[in-house]
């Protein structure tokens, strides 16, 4: 006998068919002119193919599934893969790098899962399944835990065969990337992933094609399991330094968590600690992540942090390996600042190696003077925390990171989280027993700073910037101009198609005139 319920649903799945074509254009079903309804009225010819009435149907573009050739410019950068989905991300291009990722893996005796993770882009799902696919077909398994940080990618991939996260981090809705983590929780090495470009394009490893015709009975096929219970062990995992809880009662904590992968756990991490705790973007939304918010769009924190006077804010990028923070009089709080203040911590506890800082070309000159003069020594490397990492190794240093908020403090991890480094910063405002503006004032005065974007969409003139001579004049022009008193720095972006222009100097007036006339310089000559 069918029950009743079976009985309802099946009455309701013929309701949902017959009403299928009222969803799609809001009008009622089509009938002929004889009055005889259900039979829909043929254009053309008989014999003839109806005609689609484009109005009525838009495509999907055919891109989005086709193999599309590789381009010419590498497609590992700075942070692994980025692009824009559907374009340069498409599913059977996630699925072959997923396949001779694999392959790399097994070659370079990887075994265990791979940990997958991804943020709330519309096209996640999508890459997740992809490289889930092409993972399981190179004979591994993959330990899919949905919307997460970076940050718990990297700490699940530890003793497995490696992760992989998908996320554009602080880029638009509409871009999105792959980056890979290798079993020891680090970002995966140069030479790693020159491997899995080279195999993609039909080099290096035996090429060996996912529709081959051979005898796969002997073939080892992966599974996939869905695993979001994993989150947990990163969540457990951000406590350990502060047993059982870091305590942040009487803490007033505003977090903007740009609708991205920080949704998934700040809320639930940041209220067990006994901190008043407000949410700004705390769902996940692949329309609206990082748009006008999060680290790189501070409005809205600054709004917040002022207006209910709180303690300190808090902004994460999209996938949350990033954080930038805000006091109550709507100050930004940099990672120059955070570098500095969690650099004087570590100093006092006898735990900063050599009092040794790394980080980048970009932090601030007003920040370098300072440690300086606290008896540190502040290393410089290119933009990017891979590099960052690679010099906190070579030099044995313990705390590094970027202006941006990438921080990396390997007492407790190898990437930079954003999330940990949030928790880190108010216990270190609650032991300070002072506002974060007084913190603040202690510390150091930053040089006047300005950056500027310029969009160059050819990416082999991004490549060959320096060539510009007009440019080259224009920057030593500068450089002479502002003698010890300021700097320039331009580069093109490893993740977007941009040249960046930053000027620093001790007058801000020099620092708008020469900013403003570089970036006029890259957009005549290379824009």
Not at 66 to 94: E, H, K, M
Request: net charge negative; proline share 5%; glycine share 10%.
């Amino acid at each position: 006998m069918v029950s009743s319920s079976v009985k309802r649903s099946r009455s309701a799945d013929r309701s949902l068919d017959r009403g299928l074509d009222r969803r799609i254009d809001g009008q009622q079903p089509p009938s002929d002119r004889s009055g005889q309804s259900g039979q829909i009225e043929q254009s053309g010819q008989p014999g003839q193919p109806e005609q689609v009435d484009q109005q009525r149907f838009n495509p999907i573009p055919t891109t989005r599934c086709l193999v599309q050739p590789l381009p010419t410019a590498p497609l590992f950068g700075t942070d692994g893969i980025r692009g824009q989905a559907g374009t340069l991300l498409t599913a059977p291009l996630a699925t072959q790098v997923g396949f001779w990722a694999g392959q790399v893996l097994r070659c370079h005796g990887e075994t265990g899962p791979v940990i997958l993770g991804q943020d709330s882009r519309n096209s996640s799902d999508m890459l997740a399944a992809s490289l889930a696919a092409g993972l399981t077909t190179a004979g591994l398994e993959v330990w899919n835990m949905g919307l997460c940080p970076t940050a718990a990618v990297a700490h699940l991939a530890m003793g497995n065969a490696g992760g992989i996260m998908i996320s554009a981090s602080h880029n638009p809705p509409p871009d999105n990337g792959i980056k890979f983590f290798s079993s020891d929780g680090t970002k995966l090495s140069s030479l790693l992933q020159q491997q899995i470009e080279a195999a993609l394009r039909g080099q290096g490893l035996p090429h060996t094609s996912l529709c081959s015709t051979e005898e796969t009975t002997s073939i080892q096929w992966g599974r996939a399991y869905q695993r979001p219970d994993l989150v947990e062990r990163y969540v457990d995992f951000l406590y350990q330094p502060f047993q059982p809880h870091p305590d942040l009662s009487g803490l007033r904590i505003v977090l903007d968590l740009a609708w991205g992968a920080a949704t998934r756990v700040a809320k639930q991490v940041f209220e067990a600690t006994g901190a008043e705790v407000v949410i700004l973007n705390g769902l996940p939304d692949g329309d609206r992540i990082n748009v006008q918010c999060g680290s790189t769009h501070l409005d809205q924190i600054k709004t917040a942090t002022t207006e209910l006077n709180a303690d300190i804010g808090f902004a994460f990028d999209g996938d949350a390996d990033r954080v930038m923070a805000v006091d109550a009089q709507g100050r930004v709080i940099d990672g120059d600042y955070i570098l500095y203040f969690w650099g004087q911590t570590l100093k006092q506890a006898d735990k900063l190696p050599n009092d040794t800082i790394v980080s980048t070309v970009m932090a601030n000159l007003g920040f370098e003077r300072a440690w300086e003069q606290q008896g540190g020594k502040l290393l410089r490397t290119p933009v990017g925390d891979q590099h960052v990492f690679a010099e906190m190794i070579s030099q044995g240093a313990m705390l590094g990171g970027e202006q941006s908020g990438h921080i990396l403090c390997h007492h407790y991890s190898l990437t930079g989280d954003g999330i940990l480094t949030a928790l880190h910063l108010a216990d270190l405002l609650k032991q300070a027993g002072c506002s974060l503006p007084e913190l603040v004032a202690q510390s150091f005065e930053t040089y006047p700073q300005r950056l500027k974007n310029v969009r160059v969409e050819d990416p082999t003139v991004r490549c060959n910037w320096s060539q510009c001579e007009p440019l080259q004049q224009a920057i030593a022009q500068a450089e002479s101009d502002m003698g010890d008193q300021g700097r320039v720095l331009v580069r093109a972006s490893g993740t977007e198609p941009l040249i960046r222009v930053m000027v620093e100097a001790a007058s801000a007036d020099l620092v708008d005139y020469w900013t403003d006339t570089l970036a006029d310089q890259v957009v005549q000559h290379l824009g």
